[in-house]
């Protein structure tokens, strides 16, 4: 079955980095395009970034854009977020969710497999 696991969450100060990973299994990872979603207690999920079935197309929010990078080893079915400079507001569950479109969607409901997420807490 399908499995999207994310991990590399945790508790970081202003200014910190951190790479979150995800290792997905159960379907052809190298012919989905992935992306990572954020979800801040009280707020609606939120698009962060997304990378291309083949890695060579990537889209970030403009909250991110010039901090996180994203990126991806289809070999190793896993994709990153390297996230840098990070921020109080970037404070957040982030989960890792697959689509077959082949444009740049934000909106969660074109995603079809998510993973439970991992927490990212920005002290200041």
């Known amino acids: 079955q399908v499995q999207v696991v994310e991990s590399g969450g945790g508790l970081v100060q202003a200014g910190d980095s951190l790479r979150l990973s995800c290792v997905a299994s159960?379907?052809?990872?190298?012919?989905?395009?992935l992306a990572w979603f954020r979800q801040a207690p009280g707020k609606e999920r939120e698009f962060v970034s997304r990378?291309?079935?083949?890695?060579?197309?990537?889209a970030y929010a403009d909250a991110v854009k010039g901090r996180f990078t994203i990126s991806r080893e289809n070999a190793k079915n896993t994709v990153y977020l390297q996230m840098a400079s990070l921020k109080p507001e970037d404070t957040a569950v982030y989960y890792c969710a697959t689509t077959r479109a082949t444009i740049i969607v934000t909106d969660p409901r074109y995603y079809n497999y998510w993973g439970q997420g991992t927490p990212v807490t920005v002290s200041s």
């Open positions: 990378i291309s079935s083949s890695g060579q197309s990537t």
């Open positions: 159960g379907f052809s990872f190298s012919n989905y395009a």
